[in-house]
C-alpha cells in the first residue's frame, strides 16, 4: 500500500518561512502540494512532474519553491514570505502520470497523504 507521510507545518507570522516535507513509500512521476482551507475547496499549489517539469499556483509564484528528492522519495515546500491566506492544511499527492495541463488538478493524483496544519498569523 502506498504510503505519503508529510511533515514540518507549524505556525508563523506573517513574513516567515516553513519547510514541508513529503516521504513516499515508492518513487512517482509526478507529485504535488495542495492545501485546502476550512470552508474552501482544495487548491493545487506546485508539482513537479516527470523530468523535473515545475507548477506554480499564480498565488505562490516567487514565494514557494517545491522540490523532489528523487533518491529518497521525498518532496519538499520551501514556503517563504507566508501570508495569512497562505493558512491551510498542506496535503502532498502522487500519481504516476498526470496529463498535460493538469498538475495542479487534484483529481489527477491517486494517492495523497494526511495533511500537515500550516498557520501564518498576522
Known amino acids: 500500500q502506498v504510503q505519503l507521510v508529510e511533515s514540518g507545518g507549524g505556525s508563523v507570522q506573517a513574513g516567515g518561512s516553513l519547510r514541508v516535507s513529503c516521504v513516499a513509500s515508492?518513487?512517482?512521476?509526478?507529485m504535488g502540494w495542495f492545501r485546502q482551507a476550512p470552508g474552501k475547496e482544495r487548491e493545487g499549489v506546485a508539482g513537479?512532474?516527470?523530468?523535473?517539469?515545475?507548477t506554480y499556483a499564480d498565488s505562490v509564484k516567487g514565494r514557494f519553491t517545491i522540490s523532489k528528492d528523487n533518491a529518497k522519495n521525498t518532496l519538499y515546500l520551501q514556503m517563504d514570505s507566508l501570508k495569512p491566506e497562505d493558512t491551510a492544511m498542506y496535503y502532498c499527492?502522487?500519481?504516476?502520470?498526470?496529463?498535460?495541463?493538469?498538475?495542479?488538478?487534484?483529481?489527477?493524483?491517486?494517492?495523497w497523504g494526511q495533511g500537515t496544519q500550516v498557520t501564518v498569523s498576522s
Open positions: 513537479v512532474g516527470i523530468e523535473g517539469s515545475i
Open positions: 499527492a502522487a500519481a504516476w502520470w498526470v496529463r498535460s495541463g493538469n498538475t495542479l488538478k487534484a483529481s489527477s493524483y491517486t494517492s
Open positions: 515508492r518513487g512517482f512521476y509526478y
